[in-house]
């Protein structure tokens, strides 16, 4: 008698010990995949907010500029520059916003001084910046590291008509 309640006891004890371990796994398991979602969801957002700041910095570059009507196209660092010419104390300076090393970039120089595009003030990661201005349409492509792009079309407020 005393053998068949100890053979009992055993076997609700192996069953509850394998009943502990598939619910620690279960648990591990859920764990793991809600941390493998919130990396994805967090890399979204982080692609996202990288692009939406980059949209938001180029507009606001534009419609800072001194003479909206001056801003040119020229090939600068990886691709295309956004050139914006200013004047500060009867001074000539060019600001140039480029794609070098894979980031998106910054250079303020005077008007005759030749550029550097690794001396460029990094912004914002970005590995290509595509740019063309077809009468006052300012369009921009903008890839950021993992291939994504995101497009921006500005008009240029006073266009060439506005200096005539």
Not at 144 to 159: M, Q
């Amino acid at each position: 008698m005393k053998k068949t309640l100890s053979n009992k006891n055993s076997i609700a004890g192996l069953f509850s010990m394998v009943l502990f371990a598939i619910f620690a796994v279960c648990i591990v398991a859920v764990l793991l995949m809600g941390i493998n979602t919130y990396q994805k969801l967090n890399d979204r957002d982080q692609a996202a907010f990288s692009r939406r700041t980059c949209a938001h910095y180029l507009t606001t570059r534009v419609r800072q500029a001194a003479d909206p009507a001056a801003v040119t196209i020229t090939d600068f660092g990886d691709g295309d520059a956004l050139v914006l010419p200013e004047t500060y104390d009867g001074e000539q300076y060019t600001t140039y916003i480029y794609c070098s090393g894979g980031w998106l970039r910054e250079y303020f120089t005077a008007e005759d001084t030749a550029g550097d595009p690794d001396l460029g003030e990094k912004i914002l990661k970005a590995s290509a910046l595509d740019i063309s201005l077809e009468d006052d349409l300012l369009s921009v492509t903008v890839t950021d590291t993992s291939g994504r792009t995101s497009d921006i079309a500005l008009f240029i407020r006073g266009g060439k008509e506005a200096l005539s």
